[in-house]
């Protein structure tokens, strides 16, 4: 029970921040490209991009080269923004594809402290609340002060 709670904390932790806990491989799907041609990613810390496609109206996949844009992996949310000219005339749906890995490292201790007890206080507040949530599977409950401590961790909507 205790390690599905952990694994439950850690998602809502991930879902309700924005970040990545450990290493994951992401893959962000756009339609289009916006007009100032920068791309938000969608989830913190981003470690590096892994690759850029884009695919044509008729449907073929072009590998764009990392000369073709620039990247800012710091910023909070990370950036992608490609060069003038760099994409042609897209499909429909899903023109542009980027891979990337997100996350603090492969292990928990890589996980920022202020995070790892807001998910030991979910774990806490979930166990102590066992019973009632396997009754009536309520895991929207949330502690006091729960929302507080992972306040400065949120990475905000543009």
């Known amino acids: 029970m205790i390690g599905r709670l952990i694994k439950a904390a850690r998602e809502q932790v991930e879902t309700l921040t924005r970040r990545a806990l450990i290493e994951q491989e992401w893959r962000l799907l756009l339609d289009d490209l916006p007009p100032d041609r920068l791309i938000r990613l969608p989830v913190a810390p981003v470690a590096e991009i892994l ?3 884009t695919y044509d109206k008729e449907g073929s996949q072009n590998q764009v ?3 073709d844009y620039q990247v800012d992996l710091a910023g ?3 950036r992608l923004r490609f060069k003038a000219g760099a994409v042609g005339p897209l499909r429909d749906l899903n023109g542009i594809e980027i891979d990337f890995k997100a996350g603090y490292g492969s292990a ?3 996980v920022p402290a202020g995070l790892q007890t807001a998910i030991l206080m979910l774990v806490g507040f979930w166990y102590e609340r066992r019973t009632m949530l396997e009754e009536t599977r309520l895991t929207g409950l949330m502690p006091h002060g729960f929302e ?3 306040s400065p961790y949120k990475v905000l909507r543009i």
């Open 51 to 53: 690759q850029v496609y």
């Open 65 to 67: 080269p990392a000369s």
């Open 76 to 78: 909070n949310p990370a």
């Open 108 to 110: 928990a201790t890589s």
């Open 148 to 150: 507080a401590a992972l």
